[in-house]
């Protein structure tokens, strides 16, 4: 595992020869002088309709557009049939004959739904986001599908913020790794093969850090922090050999991303060296009049082309303006070959000059192989937040289980945010999975309580008491809706919706064992949930084998192993909260007085004048990285292989693990560093590395990290990117927290 880590991060120019990026634009590469030929026989019209792409209703609106060569790609064309019309047209009828891109927002499997991609973070596993974005090109490129727009790498941090859903979660690291694995599971081996579909890594940049964790709206990052926090998965992707990057909608200190030439020419260009294809969101282009940046649509796409974008996505101002601004000139020429020449190259790359037809059998939908893949990330993806008593696994002694809740019995919802081709018909749900998988061996009771997760109606909470009393373990499924998160879904109060409160509160009060399973599209505040409960489960929505593999986590038939991608606050108040946060003059010591004990007149300053909440103490609910198993683990024998390193050298870090418990299970081990003074201000741990290891009961090995010291880097006060000199602090364990400790030094 710690391989194949240092694979992905380290080993990744090696990746990008693989599948053809050839970091600018190598004028001796065969491909590159096909590029070449091509776009100088084109004329000003048939490059601006290569930058065009559209989401049409029907061919026959656009039939015109493809016969003249004005439609670079398309959107949400998912019948075959249609593809390869659209395809025939484009290549026969026009006068250079260049296929269209087809596109389409597949983002956490295509007809197989894997788990949201916050619930694939949960996993900790690189191979399992790499399998599924496997499974969904093959899916997808049945219906003629290359081109979708994931991964998702937007640092988030702040839970109301609805798309987080979509995120690899709050650290960068993890989105790092997360999203190369993507990358790599898009785009397979050479895009070149017909099941294989260009990624899009997006949203570039800062758009996880929207203000308030409202949707769309402005961020105010420092140049330091983006460099610090927010480019690193970008600049991993691209490192990668991402095909495409998407601008975000958010403008970052009054500048709009699709109007950006700091991030998209000086820093994805010259400096990573980018030769990919970078399109913008859904009319990001011309809601730069409506963010106050441009006067009209006109203007916005001469900034958008200006600053580096290639791709206009549906909303039409290149095609309309473009001829008329290079004209007036003020768009030049060859900023307009620049962005055709990286289309052209993107399509000559996915094979598209020499088959645009679809040729990926129908049969690849929902295939076994397919399910039993989903069926595993959705295991990995569960954390066991609370177990007392050992509630869980259901054991012998349990004969009647009442299921209630609302989310038992949801297929549409365990599907998650962004499913548009996903059928509930497949989704296999906890009740029908407990049905046919247990049901032989227990007696199921089913009285659902709640119609929906927001649904305020009490008058069936009673039914579903009564069905518990009858139980030796009551199972509340609970949660939110699939509409409840993603994109413009953002929300300010994070307490489970409608009556669900009231059924966990009326549920606790009977002498039966209460286990609750949560699914959602983000963390939610659930402290009282947690406390009523005797076990908590916290699925992200699980997808179309949610059911199955919930199932055999409560009978132990699969241990838990997932560990929380975010922090879990106490109070929607603490947000955004995260772990890495930077020091403070005035850090919390844990003797702080609460709000409950102050007593009357009490001193201005006797409470701890710290950085704390008076209602909420310091810390979360559950830290970054926290999730329990079934079984227990014990750490020990941490050593370093120096105490004392020089910049270019590797630092080797071993621990032993042991399985103390009496289940086999798996542990993600987690590796931390704090870097104790810098020229400015560090965070107080940061995510270096992390690797599953899977034990019986009783075993131990020894875990191996190594951490090359240049992984140390970052920006200092003078904006360079260095490793200073100095002392640090690393942890390895099992969550932000928790941990065995030692300090090494680095030298000049």
Partial sequence: MKRQLRFILAGILMFSSLIACNGGGNVNDPMEEQVEKLLGQMTLREKIGQMHQVSPGNINEVMTQLENGEIGSMLNVTNPDMVNQIQEIAMKKSRLGIPVLMSRDVIHGYKTIFPIPLGQAATFNPLIVEEGARVAAVEASADGIRWTFAPMIDVSRDARWGRMAESYGEDSYLNAVMGVAAVKGFQGDSLNRPTSVAACAKHFVGYGAAEAGKDYNSTFITERMLRNTYLPPFEAVAKAGCATFMTSFNDNDGVPSTGNSFILKDVLRKEWKYDGMVVTDWASATEMVAHGFCKDRKEAAEKAVNAGVDMEMVSGSFIEYLESLVKEGKVSETNVDEAVRNILRLKFRLGLFENPYVSTAQSVKYAPEHLAKAKVAAEQSVILLKNIEEVLPLGKRVHTIAVVGPMADAPHDQLGT?????????????????????????????????????DKRTDGIAKAVAAARQADVVLAFVGEEAILSGEAHSLADLDLRGAQK??????????????????????????????????????????????????????????????????FPKM?????????????????????????????????????????????????????????????????????????????????????????????????????????????????????????????????????????????????????????????????????????SADFEVLN
């Fill in 418 to 454: 962004w499913v548009f081709d996903g059928e509930k018909t497949h989704t296999q749900t906890p009740l029908k999975a407990l049905r046919e998988m247990y049901g032989s061996e227990v007696r199921i009771i089913y009285e659902q309580g709640l119609a929906y997760s927001r």
């Fill in 502 to 567: 009231q059924l966990i509160d009326a549920l606790s009060k009977i002498d039966k064992p209460l286990v609750t399973v949560i699914m959602a599209g983000r963390p939610l505040t659930i402290a009282e949930e947690v406390e009523k409960s005797d076990a908590v489960l916290y699925s992200f929505h699980p997808g179309t084998m949610g059911g199955p593999a919930l199932a055999d986590i409560l009978f132990g038939k699969v241990v838990p192993s997932g560990k929380t991608p975010v922090t």
């Fill in 572 to 740: 929607v108040g603490q947000l955004p909260i995260y772990y890495a946060h930077n020091h403070t003059g005035r850090a919390p010591s844990g003797k702080e007085t609460l709000i409950d004990d102050i007593p009357l007149e009490a001193g201005q300053t006797s409470l701890g004048c710290s950085s704390f909440y008076m209602d909420a103490g310091f810390g979360p609910l559950f830290p970054f990285g926290y999730g329990l198993s079934y079984t227990t683990f014990a750490y020990d024998k941490l050593h370093l292989s120096a105490d004392t390193l020089r910049m270019n050298e590797i630092l080797t870090i071993t621990v032993n693990l042991t399985n103390t418990g009496k289940y086999a299970g798996t542990e993600v081990v987690q590796l931390y560093v704090r870097d104790k003074v810098g020229s400015v201000t560090r965070p107080v741990k940061e995510l270096k590395g992390f690797q599953r290891i899977a034990l019986q009961p009783g075993e131990t090995k020894t875990v191996t990290f190594e951490l090359p010291i240049s992984d140390l880097a970052f920006w200092n006060i003078d904006m360079k990117k260095v490793v200073e000199p100095g002392e640090f602090t690393l942890w390895i364990g099992t969550n932000s927290s928790d941990g065995l």
